[in-house]
């Protein structure tokens, strides 16, 4: 039996490992350091109180019980890959594989050229920031409610550097929750701030201008505080410096300008952008190899016409269902073709029961109607994964009831 070994349990490589289960012929290990799958996508609602931990965050063990095959999970964090003698290097063990898919996402990119960046703000790709950001806003709004009739309460001033998608999500959904605060209290929450800084032109740069606007729009009715075309040269222990040299103080500063590549990508032989993501070929493999795979973040993934596409879950996950059908293909001796996959659409949650969304280049919805098709896209990822957890884990209880039997 050939051995397909999946590194990342992340969006593009759950994808992957549902897809390979529909072949017989491969025995699938999936190798990740942590024990769960992080749902990187919902971390606004997670961080405003919305959602809860296990709204964001799936056992992976549980999942992989779940899908009822002889898959293998390894929780292990691989230091390098050794193209010579095919196998996958852990801190723990080595694994060897015929087939592999890279799929370990990126990190948060702390710009070195703005000093303090790394040391005083912290990123959100990971569950345990998330996690500090909301215990802080959460005990913020809680000393606010304490304090309210004397005016204790000391100001509170939340800063994010980056409106990509990320960082609109998150600082429109705190802004509604302190509206919503602010109305569940008759409270001034005036003295809590919340600021969006860009360096581009606009927020969401390069996004269509429709998002763009109503973005803008809808950030501003929930009170976030937005600076476009705003360089900042230094991040002190609490202010954000200005290439003005004007100061804004924060008390939480979370940076969400972009991403790089995760340390292993940095370690391998192989050609890399400035964000040290691979540069694959165009069937999506580590080039110089035929049986090395590269998804979503971790690469620089081109359209048909080689336009650099958004490192976004959909992404990874079309580049996963791309690249277990070339394996399937590569295993029967068939020819394979490139990658061929565009965006069909993109959602972005602003707060409450608004979104602004684009739908294959044309239709165009926000407010409701766009909450409701974001919401059902969300559901229809969650519910599958769900499905499969639950069936998983039964199934774990019964193999430990049989066992104390
Ligand atoms: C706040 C936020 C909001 C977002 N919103 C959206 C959205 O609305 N829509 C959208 O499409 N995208 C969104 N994205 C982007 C999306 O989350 C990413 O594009 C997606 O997670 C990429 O999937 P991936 O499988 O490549 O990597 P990931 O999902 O990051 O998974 C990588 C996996 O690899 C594992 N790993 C890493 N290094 C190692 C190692 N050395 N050894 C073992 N395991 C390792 C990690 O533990 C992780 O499980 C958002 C991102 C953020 C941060």
Redesign the pocket.
Known sequence: MKRVVI???????LRALEHLCKYEQFHVAL????PY??M??E??GYIAGRFDIADIAVDIQSFIEGLRKNIEFIQ????DISKETNEVICKANNVAYDYLIL????KTHFFSFIEGAQEHTHG??NIQRAFEFRRDFESQLYNKLQHSADSEAEDFHIAIAGAG??GV??AAEMGYVLQHYKKSFALNSANITISLIDAAETILPGMDSYIVDKTRKRLKELGVNIYERTYISKIKKESIVFNDETELPFNFAIF?AGIVG???IKKLDTPKNSIHQIIPDEMLRMQGTDNIFI????AQIEDANEIILP??????EKSAEYVVKNIAKLDNQQLITPFNAKVDGM??ALGGNYAVGILFDKIKVSGYVAHLLKKLITRAYRFGLELKVNTGYKKRQIDVLEQHC
Request: hydrophobic fraction near 40%; aromatic fraction near 8%; charged fraction near 15%.
């Open positions: 590194i990342g349990g992340g969006y593009g490589g190798i990740d350091k942590n799958h992080y990187q996508t971390t606004y292990d964090e691989v230091l799929a370990v996402g990126a959100v790709k998608l990320s999500e998150i969400t995760v340390d292993l998804i979503g973040d971790c490192p976004t879950a959909q992404i990874a959602f972005i």
